[in-house]
């Protein structure tokens, strides 16, 4: 799990210590075990929300952790061409190559610990797929999609592309220098990362060497969650064992304690957390396939919108995807089976 690394991690800038005294640690409200299943093309995901209401998640809709899988020779999948509306998605690879392209001219290729970070807003076609030399060669992919709500009023603010490379994520180091935090979005500690978000949010991935602990100031005003992309650990002052593919949720309170367990497995010798949250948006969500927004009638007219192309159209360069189909006239229908509450491809 390579990601962002660091030759000496203490000749990085330190978060301050927490004190306990003054400082309410978060408590931790659940625990929950994302489920398997297949995205897109059919390339492996865990469903790391799976199980949690909207309520604890807000701002945030959902969360797939794909791979991390081992891909041989002609294996590596992607997604096709398909449309979103109303919320941002955030692609961070950790392992493997994934290239990306839209309808508004965004794109290009992300690779261990890169971030593509869209915001659909009005409307936007992509597709997110491995190049073609990797599909020959086969290879390691892991990484997480997330998608962050917008609020009624930037529903339809014009759509944003953000090419976040690994050198410009901020690194800090715990202060004992037992943890590594890569902030990607937000203010953490006063440390900013790069990611320019519409809805304010904070998103690390922290790396904490076995037996290693730490205690982050978190914003009052953000929720808390924290996701294990590998190894084991505990979270919150009451330890609460964490493992891998696992989501904590905390309540209330100023700092995030996270704690990696002594024994790791060769596999995943450090505790890999995604640390996330933001201010809540405290509005109703009306989530079909992959439009989110605030009402039923909302979603159905960004269907009719999608047929009638006002999402985009596929750059004629790209038109033509893998396996031959060319995406861009699924029905409504088509698009909506399998329910109110599934999130179609990122």
């Known amino acids: 799990m390579p990601a962002v690394t660091v030759d000496n991690i203490l000749a990085l800038p330190r978060l301050r210590h927490v004190d306990p005294a003054v400082e309410r640690d978060r408590p931790v409200v659940s625990i929950t075990t994302a489920p398997s299943g297949l995205e897109g093309e059919g390339f492996p995901v865990r469903r790391a929300f799976a199980g949690v209401s909207l309520a604890a998640l807000d701002p945030f809709v959902h969360m797939d952790q794909m791979g991390e899988v081992e891909y041989a020779p002609g294996e590596p999948k992607g997604t096709p061409w398909h449309p979103h509306r109303g919320f941002e998605t955030v692609t961070y690879m950790i392992d493997g190559i994934f290239e990306h392209h839209d309808s508004n001219g965004g794109g290009g290729l992300i690779t261990n610990g890169d971030t593509q970070w869209m915001t659909a807003g ?15 060669s086969g290879g390691l992919f892991h990484g997480f999609q997330l998608w962050v709500n917008l609020p009624r009023r930037l529903k339809f603010a014009p759509p944003r592309y953000q090419d976040i490379r690994a050198s ?8 004992d220098g037992g943890a590594l935090l890569r902030i990607i979005a937000g203010e953490v500690d006063g440390f900013r990362g790069p990611g320019i978000t519409h809805t304010p949010i904070a998103l690390l991935h922290v790396t904490l060497a076995a037996g290693a602990s730490v205690t982050i100031p978190w914003p009052r005003h953000f929720n808390a969650l924290v996701y294990a992309l590998g190894g084991f650990g505990a979270v919150g002052a009451g330890r609460h064992p964490l493992r891998y593919g696992q989501l904590a949720v905390f309540g209330a309170g100023d700092a995030i304690t996270v704690s990696a367990s002594k024994q790791q497995e060769s596999r995943s010798p450090n505790f890999d957390v995604l640390v ?3 201010e809540p948006i405290r509005e109703p969500v009306a989530m079909y396939g992959p439009f989110v927004m605030n009402t039923k009638a909302e979603v159905l ?3 009719e919108d999608y047929q009638k192309g006002i999402l985009g159209t596929i750059p004629a ?6 396996h031959g ?3 861009g006239q699924a029905s409504a229908d088509e698009m909506t089976a399998g329910g109110t509450d599934q999130p179609a491809a990122g």
């Open 301 to 303: 007219q960004a269907f």
């Open 276 to 278: 996330l949250g933001g």
């Open 325 to 327: 189909s060319v995406r």
């Open 168 to 175: 410009a994520v901020s690194l800090v180091a715990s202060p």
């Open 122 to 136: 009005r409307g936007i076609l992509h597709i997110e797929r491995p190049p073609e030399y990797l599909v020959a």
């Open 317 to 322: 360069e790209h038109a033509v995807v893998p």
